[in-house]
């Protein structure tokens, strides 16, 4: 068993590092403060190659592995989570379906811009009546020979506002089921096709969330990627890997929360000494890191499934589903640690705590991975 990183890996991941500290840092109080998304670091972040980091160098991705992804996730992560959920969307759920799945022409078409952040894509599954219960499509998108007519509304969609195409899961033939199921490429601007108002969120405030409404849009059938009735298993397979990236996104939020706690425990005094001197402090401390250890050997091996040609759903979402309790947990701790200090916005984890909210909810509950882990252990 080897745990080193490659030099290219620790490379990605002290880059990210550099850029997380001098491009995310200044301002992100504002931006969350505001609800501003970080357009001019997103447009850095394209230039850099995070936006399509597993994107082969074919299509101008930077074609690196997901063990690379999810170090510069956790960078990006630990200063700034709404950053790394659009980076996140972008790398394993747009990018990723579209490279496996769509057409020459297709990832021809888009994947370039994409992976530079040039274009911003977006994952339309959740619907007001089917986010858990995923299969219960209300969206439909009826067969006309050349083209679909897409009507029905997406909820929370991050990257809703900001994003040029959309992956947009919708049913064609309720009579099957989820085999039924289609995903189809919408681009801004199609007719009928209308952004909501942007959604006033808990954390990760400086995302673009929004619902999408679809009123007889008229979509191409060369926009449906895969064949008729695939749409279902695309959207699993893709959040498969996605839940890999929330989980590096989790560990992130409990790392800088954990590292802003630590240097402060060593500076605050009480009772004529700095309180990381006491034990109930030191304690927290070693409760916190151990955590996250933990948290992080489960995202890197899922990352190493995943680059190795091994299962990674039941990895991807034991790690989502731990890592996002670690990021909790451990925030819930940072804040306390800071005491009073902790609760006002410039020390930084009271954003940290509404930030790994999130992270318990989106790509399947906590709830949901749980399903997901127990019907793969029972599974024959
Ligand atoms: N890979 C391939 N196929 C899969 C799969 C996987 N990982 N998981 C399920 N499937 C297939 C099943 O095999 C089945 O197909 P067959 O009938 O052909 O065998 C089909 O999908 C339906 O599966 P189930 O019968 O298990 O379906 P279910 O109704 O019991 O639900 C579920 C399964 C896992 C709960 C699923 O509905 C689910 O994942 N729900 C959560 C949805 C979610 O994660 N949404 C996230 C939205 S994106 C997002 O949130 C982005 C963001 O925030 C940034
Ligand atoms: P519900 O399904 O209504 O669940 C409510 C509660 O019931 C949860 O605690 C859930 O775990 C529990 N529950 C439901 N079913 C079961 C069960 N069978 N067993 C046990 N417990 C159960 N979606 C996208 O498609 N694309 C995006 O880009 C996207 N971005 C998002 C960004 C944000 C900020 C937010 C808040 C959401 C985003 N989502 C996105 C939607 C997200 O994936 C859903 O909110 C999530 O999947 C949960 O669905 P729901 O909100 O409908 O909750």
Known sequence: MDFTFTEEQLMIRDAARDFARN?????VIERDEKQKFPAEQIRKMGELGFLGMMVSPDYGGSGLDTVSYVLAMEEISKIDASASVVMSVNNSLVCWGLEHYGTEEQKQKYLPRLAKGEILGAFCLSEPEAGSDATSQKTTAIDKGDYYILNGT???ITNGGTASIYLVIAQTDAGKKHHGINVLIVEKGMEGFEIGPKEQKLGIRGSDTHSLIFNDVKVPKENRIGEDGFGFKFAMKTLAGGRIGIASQALGIASGAYELARAYSKVRKAFGTEICNHQAIAFKLADMYTQ???ARHMVLKAAWDKDNGKDYDLSGAMAKLYASQVAMDTTIEAVQIHGGNGYVKEYHVERLMRDAKITQIYEGTSEIQKIV????????
Not at 373 to 380: E, G, H
Request: charged residues 30%.
């Open 23 to 27: 491009e995310l840092l200044p301002g």
């Open 373 to 380: 882990i127990s019907r793969s252990l029972l599974k024959d």
């Open 154 to 156: 997406k909820n929370w």
């Open 292 to 294: 996250i250890e933990a």
